[in-house]
């Protein structure tokens, strides 16, 4: 039986996250019949980021470069590190504008269930880089899940003379408390500042 090309396109775009059958069925149509030069570019991109991208051998952040914009540009303030989960983490925080300060990306969070130790992350070149880089505050931006928090407590314990502070949780800008989950009220309310 021979290959259907088609088809394998198809299954091959639903592993992108929130790409479902149908999702992946309307790219793939869209891409081979109304725009090729799309496509052929996409397959491109993609042919070269494969081979190109690696991790930042500062902070770890995906670049194609040995050592990514971030860590080379001398204008960001080189006294606060922000630890992150994933890359996704640091885009996210950059698009903001709000942080002018230096990222290390663990690329995941501990879990001993699932078999992920500080070395699989990274702590321990963390660490290091704290010390040689004479960091002044580190920021934990790890996610408000039970592995985030065991993540951002087990570094918080690990770091000496250092300011060491958290994102805050809490409710969105413009959110309503009615909407809000307990959890997150609660979190808010043990997070309140003085104002």
Not at 60 to 82: A, G
Not at 126 to 141: D, N, P, S
Not at 143 to 150: F, R, Y
Request: some cysteine; aromatic content about 4%; hydrophobic content about 40%.
């Amino acid at each position: 039986m021979s290959r259907d090309l088609l088809y394998e396109l198809i299954e091959a775009l639903t592993i992108l996250p929130g790409v479902g059958k149908k999702s992946a069925q309307r790219m793939a149509l869209f891409l081979l019949d109304k725009n090729k030069d799309g496509a052929l570019h996409l397959a491109k991109t993609l042919e070269e980021c494969l081979a190109a991208i690696q991790r930042c051998e500062i902070c770890r952040q995906l670049t194609s470069e040995t050592v990514c914009r971030i860590c080379s540009d001398e204008s960001r303030d080189s006294y606060s590190l922000c630890v992150v989960e994933s890359p996704s983490d640091v885009l996210a925080i950059e698009s903001t504008g709000g942080f002018k300060g230096r990222y290390f990306v663990l690329m995941g969070r501990l879990s001993p269930i699932d078999g992920v130790s500080p070395d699989d992350l990274g702590i321990p070149d963390l660490l290091r880089h704290i010390q040689g880089a004479k960091i002044e505050e580190v920021i934990l931006a790890t996610s408000s899940t039970v592995e985030g928090d065991a993540t951002a407590t087990f570094i918080k314990d690990h770091l000496e003379g250092v300011k060491v502070s958290r994102i805050s949780y809490g409710i969105p800008i413009g959110g309503e408390l009615e909407y809000v989950d307990g959890n997150t009220i609660a979190r808010a309310i043990q997070g309140r500042i003085v104002i």
